[in-house]
Nanobody, 123 residues
Framework: QVQLVESGGGSVQTGGSLRLSCAVS????????MGWVRQAPGKGRETVAK???????AYTDSVKGRFTISQDNAKNTIYLQMNSLKPEDTAMYYC?????????????????WGQGTQVTVSS
């Protein structure tokens, strides 16, 4: 059973910073990738960042240069450092992992989800 537990969300003003954490347990395909997905009210889910087993990372264009994804394998935790936050970053943020037969490169790579943590950025 895969368990993903997020923490670190909150409310900040424009330009502020937050760091999200995701504690990972159980059997996952995380050896290949892990990531963060967000969903704003009335919008679809968007992959914000992914980190691969070789340490490389990928970001959606709107967060490049502002967000950084990282992992601590010893703690089985992944992080999302969010700087220079904007109101359009307001969303529920989910930690996500692929399934055992899911390609990290596919659009539906995220098969396991945490409960989500709310990020609200006010102007």
């Amino acid at each position: 059973q895969v368990q993903l537990v997020e923490s670190g969300g909150g409310s900040v003003q424009t330009g502020g910073s937050l760091r999200l954490s995701c504690a990972v347990s159980g059997s996952t395909n995380r050896a290949l990738c892990m990531g963060w997905v967000r969903q704003a009210p009335g919008k679809g889910r968007e992959t914000v960042a992914k980190i691969y087993s070789d340490g490389t990372a990928a970001y959606t264009d709107s967060v490049k240069g502002r967000f950084t994804i990282s992992q601590d394998n010893a703690k089985n935790t992944i992080y999302l450092q969010m700087n220079s936050l904007k109101p359009e970053d307001t969303a529920m943020y989910y930690c996500a992992a692929p399934g055992p037969h899911t390609s990290c490169r596919s659009n539906d790579w995220a098969q396991y989800w945490g409960q989500g943590t709310q990020v609200t950025v006010s102007s």
